[in-house]
């Protein structure tokens, strides 16, 4: 693998094979994003819809994506694998967005290009990337990428450790212990690992009666904490720590029996200090807990190649202006998505797809040599206690002095909301995993 | 003399924000309505039934459901949540967008 220095000096001097880009009529030219996710998908979309005449070319490493949002749902057999795949197709054939199945090995800002592996140099008038993250397992003395792949899978980029993690759950022991080793801030998907953990819980119950599911976390509290943990309280006779009693409906009362669902808290002792791949062990400041499946979500970072081609900084993530998410390293490159630095903003493919709109109509307007104008995103992350049970967090927000901010106001489901809004939430949740796919990638 | 002043200048800015129907720094309907399409569809458009579509909604019905959500009047999940972020002039933009949408 090319270090940096390697990687910057492979993509300049060389002889460009695709042609360079037609800057004829004015407010056209070529942009080139890097990596086909959902912030590179929604851009070139939103690209080529707000001036057809641009020429867009994704350079993507897989001819399908594979959705991360809803993935959990693979482990309880409520989709496939295969329900996971998203066609690149419509982005082709009804946008004439150009796609090169290739990566990316060498960058050259000053000559404005690109290098694949392939061989090909790509110039762009506006470059976006879109890395996406990169798991830390190193971080976690004791486990790795192979551990990740062969004993205790993160399954928190789709694939192989996906499949692996569901088939493990089917083959647990009868009482067996399910140990989600929980990320630090920040991280992909807030609600994302409590919401596995309470769809695993949800799948026991039928299959695994007597197994358990206990929550690692190096956090003491988590984005839709106290909504989610009055599901689980419901649902599973969860029961809810003091501190989070007094913002608890009325009528809440916790049994003192012990739950199939558990959540240690940093202050409780839940930080992991190490793992022992061999016998699934798990050590904390409290002691040594054994797994029966080991599922650990490794802290994260910015995808490789946003440090391969520089665009990160101390710590890890790459800063970016936030109008235009342009990046405060390289000029006329764009940083979208879970990579970028977005102070108020969460990791989480709804934030990535309003990023992507802003950055396209921005680098529309800057082609046109017109101001760019007043940006606004929003946030929505449905998440799931159970499958009928709803819960969100919905924000807007706006560029306050040079930062993201959210519009303050409620922001969480009401923690008295009746029975049928949480089912309604519910039913939005598997609405939104089809509309956002479309308004994404067709 | 203190309190003439205050009074003065808030006339003033309410003039500014009445004759002016967008500010120079509101986002576009078009740029708002996109934070819309992830549920909504783009442009408004969609066909899952759990979402209204928005594209060629009338002004006045997009305006007053918007109003409502942001009042409570109307019950929401979420939607109160996110008409909360939005003023009036911004509300008035965005049905704007959606009605000329074809």
Known sequence: ?442 | MGTLMKISIFAFAALTAAFNPVHAADPTGEAMAATCAACHGTHGKLDVVEFMPLAALSEKEFVRAMQDFRSGKRPATLMGHVANGFSDIEIRAMAKYFANVE
């Open chain 1, 1 to 442: 693998m090319l270090n940096r220095r390697d990687f910057l000096k492979a993509g300049a001097g060389l002889a460009l094979v695709a042609a360079l880009p037609a800057r004829a009529a004015s407010g056209t030219g070529h942009v080139v994003i890097i990596g086909g996710g959902v912030g590179g998908a929604t851009a070139a979309k939103y690209l080529k819809l707000y001036n057809p005449a641009l020429r867009v070319t994704v350079i993507e490493a897989n001819r399908s994506y594979i959705r991360p949002y809803g993935s959990s749902e693979v482990l309880t057999g409520h989709v496939s694998m295969d329900d996971l795949v998203v066609s690149y197709d419509a982005l082709k054939s009804k946008y004439g967005v150009e796609f090169v199945f290739d990566t990316v090995v060498g960058f050259d800002p000053a000559k404005k290009q690109v290098r694949t592996a392939g061989r090909q140099s790509i110039a762009y008038d506006k470059l976006i990337v879109s890395p996406g993250i990169s798991l830390q397992y190193q971080a976690i003395p004791g486990y790795s990428a192979v551990v990740a792949e062969t004993r205790a899978p993160s399954g928190w980029i789709p694939g192989t450790q996906t499949a692996l993690l569901t088939k493990q759950l089917r083959a647990m022991r009868p009482g067996g212990s399910f140990v989600i080793v929980a990320p630090p801030n920040p991280y992909r998907c807030p609600p994302g690992p409590y919401e596995r953990a309470a769809l695993v819980t949800e799948w026991m119950r039928r299959h695994n009666p007597t197994g358990k599911v206990l929550i690692l976390d190096p956090k003491d509290s988590f984005v839709t904490d106290a909504t989610m943990q009055l599901g689980w309280h419901r649902l599973y006779g969860y029961d809810i720590p003091d501190s989070y009693l007094s913002d608890m409906p009325a009528g809440v009362k916790n049994s003192g029996k012990p739950s199939p669902i558990e959540w240690v808290r940093a202050m409780d002792g839940g930080a992991t200090e190490r793992i022992d791949a061999r016998t699934l062990t798990v050590k904390t400041k409290q002691g040594a807990v054994k797994a029966d499946v080991l599922n650990i979500i490794p802290p994260m970072k910015a995808g490789k190649l946003a440090f391969d081609m520089g665009l990160t900084d101390a710590s890890g993530w790459c800063p970016v202006d936030r109008r235009s998410f342009e990046s405060s390293v390289h000029k006329n490159v764009f940083v979208i998505g879970d990579a970028s630095i977005a102070d108020a903003m969460p990791k989480s493919g709804f934030s990535a797809n309003n990023q992507a709109k802003v950055t396209a109509r921005a680098i529309v307007d800057q082609l046109a040599g017109r101001a760019p104008g007043e940006p606004v995103w929003s946030n929505t992350c449905y998440a799931l206690a159970g499958s009928d049970y709803g819960l969100f967090v919905a924000d807007v927000f706006r560029l306050k002095d040079g930062k993201i901010a959210r519009v303050p106001g409620e922001r969480y489901l009401p923690i008295d909301a009746s029975p049928a809004k949480i089912r309604l939430a519910a039913a939005y949740q598997q609405a939104w995993l089809k509309t956002f796919t479309e308004d994404c990638f067709a």
